[in-house]
């Protein structure tokens, strides 16, 4: 599926735990993006990023959360001391450009459960 | 204001028929771009077509088009022949603003399809 790669498929985490979700991007893309599925819902984005800097924030919890995207490595989606209300799909996406006309491709998504 | 209205939450269509799946958009960007995702049952996205906003002709890719009404602001995805495979979530999607930082796309609420035999 379009080759961008998340891990794990699958998270399961206790309250007050922390989760990390990883995306690596399709080959040739720098731009990042993290988007939030509930339940029967669409997508929500979350952040954007580009190597080492992130660029658009604005859907992002101002607490608990964080992302990055090294210059070496997978992006990383930090979810800290996690609540019930963080039981969500998380889906990473990537793109060659931030064109309007570019389309973003996405991993399987990260499914997170918190017991 | 919702960007992006899908207004079936879900349909029915029976095998190798047409079917034409509602979204709506709002935005006063003279520049954006129009998205079709599928979601199956197993959860992954899948990009299925794309439509820019100065694009004069209607896309189409295999069995999906995209009927672009620009001064109506909607971009209905018609699948031709339907199939059991086609059984899916499909949401609409928009990326505004040539250029601008952001560009993460917005999502509508989706349609549930579902193909009968």
């Known amino acids: 599926n379009a080759g961008v790669m998340q891990n794990p498929r699958h998270l399961v985490r206790r309250r007050g735990q922390e989760a990390r979700l990883r995306c690596s991007p399709m080959?040739?893309?720098?731009?990042v993006y993290w988007y939030r599925q509930l339940p029967e819902e669409g997508l929500k984005f979350m952040v954007y990023?580009?190597?080492?800097?992130?660029?658009?924030e604005s859907g992002m919890p101002k607490e608990r959360f964080s992302a990055e995207f090294p210059k070496e490595g997978p992006s990383i989606l930090r979810i800290q001391q996690v609540v019930r209300g963080d039981s969500a799909a998380y889906f990473c996406a990537s793109s060659k450009g931030r064109d309007a006309n570019q389309p973003q491709h996405f991993g399987d998504g990260t499914r997170l459960s918190i017991l | 204001a919702q960007k992006i209205t899908q207004t079936q939450p879900g349909m029915f269509v029976q095998e190798k028929e047409a079917v034409t799946l509602d979204c709506t958009y709002d935005?006063?960007?003279?520049?954006?771009?129009l998205f079709w995702y599928k979601q199956p049952s197993s959860g992954e996205m899948i990009f299925l077509i794309y439509?820019?906003?100065?694009?004069?002709q209607n896309a189409t890719e295999g069995r999906y088009s995209l009927n672009f009404q620009k001064a109506r602001k909607s971009a209905n995805l018609v699948i031709s022949a339907s199939q059991l495979g086609d059984s899916a979530m499909y949401f609409c999607?928009?990326?505004?603003?040539?250029?601008?930082?952001?560009?993460?796309?917005?999502f509508g609420g989706g349609t549930r399809l579902m193909v009968k035999p």
């Open positions: 935005t006063s960007d003279q520049s954006y771009g």
């Open positions: 439509q820019g906003s100065y694009d004069e």
């Open positions: 999607a928009m990326r505004e603003g040539l250029g601008n930082a952001g560009n993460m796309l917005t």
């Open positions: 990023l580009q190597k080492e800097n992130i660029i658009d």
């Open positions: 080959k040739g893309h720098s731009h």
